[in-house]
Structure formats: structure tokens, C-alpha cells
């Protein structure tokens, strides 16, 4: 009887042992993007969309992450998708409210293009690094139909990204602009390019618990 609850002891410590190394794991703060083409062009009446990819496979502690738009011209319109919202974050027990348009969990590479993505996600090519499952911003642009052909305007995208101390509150966070310029054209076609024609645009913030 001894040798059995002996075994179901070391058992139960070795079951044990992966969750308390998790909890005592310096904490890794990763706020990695991926811009797309950061010129657009857009008709007069008409819309474009500017895409922002989030990602955290360097990290170990999920990013919040909140947008906002610097100035555009006056009569223009901008929305973020995903709007800022309330999302409820069960932390030490509790359920806290995050204000935030969107949060990337931690995941991993992988050395192929990943074939079973979840929903509300997309596969991204991370260089040469391999793969990466990232969520996307939209930022969609809506111009006058009075506007002129030739006009162009500068539109900014703050990004704040804030990770969860203890107590639940902000333990840090850390802050990117993306910049866009938009051209007003007579025509879009799959041929159109507004100034040099870009691929996605890498930044990527990594620190430990102890910064």
C-alpha cells in the first residue's frame, strides 16, 4: 500500500512539474508585426484598405493591442477593423476587463505554410524564418466623390501594444506608428501601383520580464 501512494506521489509531481515551470518562466514580451502595401490607390467615392498583421511566436505573454488614427484629411473617413472593443481576460482568478481592438496569443513557427488555420486568422510568411499564424487590422479608407484626381494624403496608424502584470493592470507597453499614403486615381485595376510597389514591412519588439 506504501509502494502504491509512493508511485501515485512521484506521479503526481512529474504531472506537476511542466505547469510549475511555466509559472516561473521569465516572462517574454513580443510585439511583432508585418505591414502591407503601404501605398494605396482609391477612386473618388470609393474605398481602399490597408492590412496590419500581428503575430507573437517570440513571446510567451499574450499582447494587447490597441489602434488609433493620427490626422487624415478632414473630409475623409477612416475605421479599423476590428473596432475597439471591452474583451474579458480571466487573470489570477478574476475576469478583467481589456480595452483593445485585438489580442495575439503566443504560438509558434513552423517551416511550412500552415494548412489547418483557425478562424479569424490568417497563415504569414515570416521572411526566412518559416510560418507564422497572425491576426490582421484592416484600415479602410473612404474618400468624397468631390475629391481630385491626383490628391494625396498621409494617414497614420498608432499601434500600443500592453501586456498584463500581476495585478492585472498594464506591467508594460510599447507603442509603433504605420503610415500609409492614399492617391486619388481616375481608375483601379490589378495594375495599379501608387509609388514603388512595397511587400510586407517586418518590425518586431522582443524583451524580457527583467527590462
Given amino acids: ?6 508511485t501515485i506521489l512521484i506521479l503526481a509531481i512529474m504531472v506537476a512539474l511542466p505547469s510549475l515551470a511555466l509559472a516561473q518562466e521569465a516572462a517574454k514580451y513580443s510585439f511583432a508585426t508585418a505591414q502591407g502595401n503601404a501605398n494605396l490607390p482609391v477612386v473618388p467615392g ?5 492590412v496590419i498583421y500581428f503575430y507573437n511566436v517570440d513571446g510567451n505573454r499574450i499582447t494587447h493591442i490597441t489602434l488609433g488614427v493620427n490626422p487624415a484629411p478632414d473630409t475623409w473617413e477612416v475605421e479599423i477593423e476590428p473596432p475597439l472593443g471591452v474583451t474579458q481576460v480571466s487573470f489570477g482568478g478574476q475576469i478583467i476587463n481589456v480595452t483593445e481592438n485585438l489580442y495575439v496569443e503566443p504560438s509558434e513557427l513552423h517551416p511550412e505554410a500552415i494548412e489547418d488555420v483557425p478562424q479569424g486568422m490568417v497563415c504569414l510568411p515570416i521572411g526566412d524564418r518559416g510560418y507564422a499564424l497572425a491576426k490582421a487590422a484592416y484600415i479602410v479608407i473612404h474618400v468624397p466623390e468631390t475629391e481630385e484626381i491626383g490628391t494625396t494624403g498621409d494617414i497614420t496608424i498608432s499601434g500600443t501594444a ?17 503610415d500609409f499614403s492614399v492617391t486619388v486615381v481616375s481608375e483601379v485595376t490589378d495594375e495599379t501601383v501608387v509609388g514603388p510597389r512595397s511587400s510586407a514591412k517586418f518590425s518586431a519588439f522582443v524583451t524580457d520580464g527583467s527590462r
Fill in 1 to 6: 500500500m506504501k509502494k502504491l501512494a509512493i
Fill in 46 to 50: 470609393g474605398e481602399c484598405r490597408g
Fill in 162 to 178: 500592453a501586456w498584463l502584470g500581476q495585478t492585472g493592470a498594464a506591467a508594460m507597453s510599447q507603442a509603433r506608428d504605420f
